[in-house]
């Protein structure tokens, strides 16, 4: 593996350029990082910023464990718990979920484009500050929000934010508006690098990369921008509209003067289903990258991989009132949304399948990264069939609100999605620090990970079928659900020491790592033909490239990549045996 | 598989653990919740099918082709895909979907559309931060956080129709063995029905985030024989009792602010903001479930109602020790 970089003709590889910003005094280098328009600098920023709230809201999910070890526990009172859950699940969508994946995208999509950076790179920079303003405004809530009729400190109305509960008759103090204003600024800087995503993708191909021989990779976050400029907008939208409510006397979801309970839910959700495939189709990308590497073979139907990421991409615009069978829809509308709901799972199927078939025949190498993928695909099978179980409105308005759902969504954000991004740390932390992150740590990590996952969230659904509902602070003692809380929270405990381990393997192998030369993977695709860390502006000469797998064609010319003509061909072709 | 799973880990959690779940879907004790047990093992069958199916393809590749030790380091063939195999995999889930839409569509018009019978009772549920009134139009009759209905059994089907609203925020009214959940929602007035089966207590509680005391927000539904059922209702329908012996305590609720949240029929008291009070005495729980009907929960109740309850909207009144004590034991005699 080592020293398998390739001498790369066409003078693709190390410039020999030096980091002149690792020079210098320490004020310079913060300077330097902060007026930046580097997309490598920015992805990296986002993903430390990503990673610090990661802890901030880990805490937060432990507290919430703790209040419910017991029945009737007092460790934090109930005002306490509804901003904890409230924090806990704002802050991990949007300022851990959302950063982390566009912090990857960042980083990487002009890399595996042979670009020298993204379309936009001011834009960029401004988007990044702008998600990063909306975390520190959403927790200056605590100091700024209490307000003057002393009703404040953070928001506790949950990351729905249901109206009316928001109006303020129901809420006083700022910390609604807190959380509002948090979403409309960090939602303008989501809306800002989506539509560089796909400026970059379109426009800032090296020479010779069709469309259908960009890597999947940039072709979900694609996907995934258009469905962040689709459903953010909403979100953004609806924010505006209740701060109108709140502080110019509108009446849009006030329904004491008769404004809409309803329309608030759907535009919530409108923006919350979307959402997941945001984050999901970064995952589905990471999947798509280090699966084929690790299995030592190429993508297995790259154009039905395509075609099934934009076909979740529109169906997933379609299903957002399944979150809301219960809001008291007609029966006609219900089966719609069961129908659409179901639909998203054909393409998904063909995603996991195709995955299967890419590591079928292969010779899997079970690095860190490697562990996590498996990991992500087992788990989020089963994510995805509780979701179908979810879809079934008769079955759903019993489990709507309750802790199964609770344990559906988390088996997908953090059994899919967190472990995809941790995969994706494994795998591309050579790239971006030029050393290697230690694999027997990375072991630990991953299984610890594993365990303390299943512990919380298989167990939590059973809660959830035993009757225990969301977002209740503390539960009677004679439901039944003390020891399975009890499991959960002990598993919730675990995951914390994973992560733990996983700070600490960064922050180890950024200063003791193994050095990684510019390929440790023996990787294919372009990112891997410069420099770890790569030096500014990428490469030293634009690339061009043949086929998908370019480093492939190099190494082995005997056996080059399937040709891709201009725009799509597909042979299907089998190897000649 | 999942089924399998998820049916062994509630009847871990009920014997294993010596626990029991008085709120546990799998156990339905009406026609609607009935319907939604039996498509969930339907749909459990089959998502189940497919876990086993899958979980095992992956299984067995990730673990058949893993790299092994004597492996001699060369690539292994390379495969870019095949439409008929893609094709399959597209084909079959397809036929899945189509039947699962098809048994659900089914019981969603047949549960949802279900017409109300003329012998059903009517009941209108208000939500209110943190507790739950009952109306029942017909019989002229108030109540809280308690609800009485008959029994629905083979010979005599007396079903039970209600419409939800709220009096502020979103509620939930959720008790997993009569029928899934259906949102409470102001300005708006949406319908659900029940019809237990066997007489007896089935406990649930809000379903959808409403404030500060969400958790507490319990939900008590008492299925009565049509006997018990009529006695109740008799009895729901006099004025509040007028025992001298507590007009002390009867005289401080009247003149105190009490009476600006509560109802008493047959006196002054008409607030509508907090519950009917009128038959208190017969209820075996106040503050919406959060504690037992007792003399002591009572007084400590109408002392301070944070100390059962923070953030409930009944404040403290800052009575003297005697005058909740008398407008405690009046409370006692409303049976």
């Known amino acids: 593996m080592a020293g398998s970089s390739i001498p790369v003709p066409g003078g693709l590889g190390a410039t020999g350029v030096t980091d002149a910003e690792a020079e210098g005094t320490w004020l310079e280098v913060l300077h330097s990082w902060v007026v930046t328009a580097d997309h490598k600098k920015l992805g990296i920023m986002y993903v430390l910023y990503a990673l610090f709230f990661l802890a901030v809201g880990g805490i937060e999910a432990l507290i919430i464990r703790i209040q419910l070890f017991f029945p009737d526990n007092h460790f934090v009172s109930a005002e306490t718990f509804n901003r904890m859950f409230t924090m806990h699940g704002t802050t991990m969508i949007f300022f851990v979920a959302m950063p982390l994946v566009f912090g990857f995208g960042n980083y990487l999509v002009p890399l595996m484009l042979g670009a ?238 195709n995955w299967i078939a ?35 409105e008769p079955f759903n308005l019993q489990l709507h609100n309750s802790y199964f759902v609770i344990a559906h969504f988390h088996y997908v954000i953090v059994g899919g999605i967190l472990f995809a991004i941790f995969g994706g740390i494994y795998y591309w932390f050579p790239k971006v620090t030029g050393r290697m992150l230690d694999e027997r740590l990375g072991k630990w990590n991953f299984w610890l990970f594993v365990i303390g996952f299943h512990v919380c969230f298989d167990v939590m659904h059973v809660p959830g079928v035993l009757g225990m509902p969301r977002s209740i602070y503390t539960y009677e003692a004679d439901r039944g659900w003390t020891t399975l809380n009890q499991i959960v929270s002990v598993g919730a405990a675990i995951q914390g020491i994973a992560i733990a381990i996983l700070v600490y393997n960064i922050i180890h192998s950024c200063l003791k790592g193994a050095v990684a030369g510019p390929d440790p993977w023996d990787a294919w695709t372009l990112e891997w033909t410069t420099s770890s860390p790569p030096p500014p502006y990428n490469f030293a000469i634009e690339p061009v490239v043949r086929s998908r797998r370019p480093l492939w064609d190099l190494k082995h010319p005997n056996d080059p990549d399937e040709p891709v003509e201009e725009g799509m061909s597909y042979s299907g072709r089998m190897p000649p045996s | 598989m999942l089924q399998a799973v998820l049916l062994l880990a509630a009847c871990v959690a009920r014997h294993a653990f010596a626990l029991d779940s008085n709120t546990s879907i799998f156990s339905p004790a009406a026609t609607p919740a009935k319907a939604s047990y039996d498509l969930s093992l339907f749909v459990l069958t089959i998502t189940g099918g497919i876990f086993v199916t899958v979980g095992s393809l992956i299984v067995y590749a990730a673990v058949r082709f893993r790299r092994r030790p004597d492996d001699d380091g060369s690539e292994p063939p390379q495969i870019f895909g095949s439409n008929q195999i893609e094709l399959s995999w597209t084909i079959i889930p397809v036929l899945i979907v189509v039947v699962m839409f098809l048994a659900t569509a089914r019981m969603i018009f047949a549960i949802q559309d279900a017409p109300e019978p003329p012998s059903a009772l009517d009941v209108t549920v208000i939500g209110h931060q943190f507790w739950w009134e009952f109306r029942y139009p017909a019989q002229h009759i108030t109540t809280a956080n308690e609800l009485h209905i008959p029994v629905s059994d083979t010979s005599t089907s007396r079903p039970t129709f209600m419409k939800l609203t709220s009096a502020d925020v979103i509620h939930s009214f959720w008790v997993p063995r009569l029928s899934g959940k259906i949102d409470l929602l102001p300005n708006r007035i949406n319908e659900m029905w029940i019809d237990p089966h066997t007489p007896g207590l089935y406990v649930g509680q809000c379903a959808q985030f409403c404030g500060v005391q969400h958790a507490k927000m319990l939900l008590r539904v008492y299925v009565d024989t049509p006997a018990q059922f009529a006695a109740w209702v008799k009895q729901e329908q006099q004025p509040g009792a007028q025992d001298p012996a507590v007009a002390a305590g009867r005289h401080d609720f009247e003149t105190q602010a009490c009476m600006n949240c509560h109802t008493i029929a047959g006196t002054p008291a008409r607030g509508q903001f907090g519950p009917d009070l009128t038959h208190l005495a017969s209820r075996k729980t106040i503050a919406s479930g959060a504690a037992d009907n007792t003399t002591e929960n009572l007084e400590r109740w109408i002392d301070n109602p944070d100390l059962i309850k923070t953030g409930s909207l009944m404040p403290a009144m800052h009575l003297t020790t005697d005058q909740v004590h008398d407008i405690t034991a009046y409370l006692n005699t409303l049976q």
Not at chain 1, 174 to 194: C, K, M, N, R
Not at chain 1, 285 to 311: D, H, L, Q, T, W
Not at chain 1, 316 to 324: I, K, N, T
Not at chain 1, 335 to 344: Q, R
Request: charged share 5%; aromatic share 16%; proline share 4%.
């Open chain 1, 116 to 353: 020298r950076d993204m379309a936009f790179p001011r834009l960029n920079a401004f988007s990044f500050w702008m998600s990063a303003f909306g975390g520190l405004l959403l927790y200056y809530s605590f100091i700024g929000g209490v307000g003057l009729q002393g009703a404040g400190s953070a928001p506790d109305v949950g990351w729905w934010a249901y109206s009316p509960l928001t109006a303020r008759a129901f809420s006083r103090g700022h910390s609604t508006d807190y959380w509002a204003l948090s979403l409309i600024v960090s939602g303008f800087g989501s809306i800002g690098v989506a539509i560089n995503f796909i400026a970059t993708a379109f426009c800032m191909r090296c020479k010779g990369m069709t469309l259908f021989r960009m890597p999947l990779l940039p072709w979900l976050y694609v996907v995934m921008s258009g469905l962040v400029i689709l459903a953010v907008s909403p979100l953004t939208a609806a924010q505006v509209m209740l701060t109108i409510d709140r502080y110019l006397g509108g009446h849009f979801f006030d329904t004491q003067a008769g404004g809409s309970a309803l329309i608030w839910a759907h535009f919530f959700w409108i923006f919350g289903h979307p959402e997941v495939y945001v984050l999901v189709m970064p995952a589905f990308a990471i999947m798509n990258e280090v699966i084929p590497v690790f299995s030592r073979k190429a993508i297995f139907g790259y154009p039905a991989m395509v075609a099934a990421s934009v076909a979740i991409g529109f169906v997933s615009l379609g299903v957002w009132a399944h979150h809301m069978f219960t809001i008291g829809m007609t029966s006609i509308g219900n089966a719609f949304f069961v129908l659409s709901t179901m639909l998203v799972g054909i393409p998904t199927g063909i995603k996991i399948f």
């Open chain 1, 358 to 392: 890419t590591m079928w025949g292969g010779k899997i190498r079970y690095t860190t990264a490697m562990l996590f993928c498996v990991g992500f695909l087992l788990q989020f099978l089963i994510a995805g069939l509780t979701g179908i179980i979810l879809s079934v």
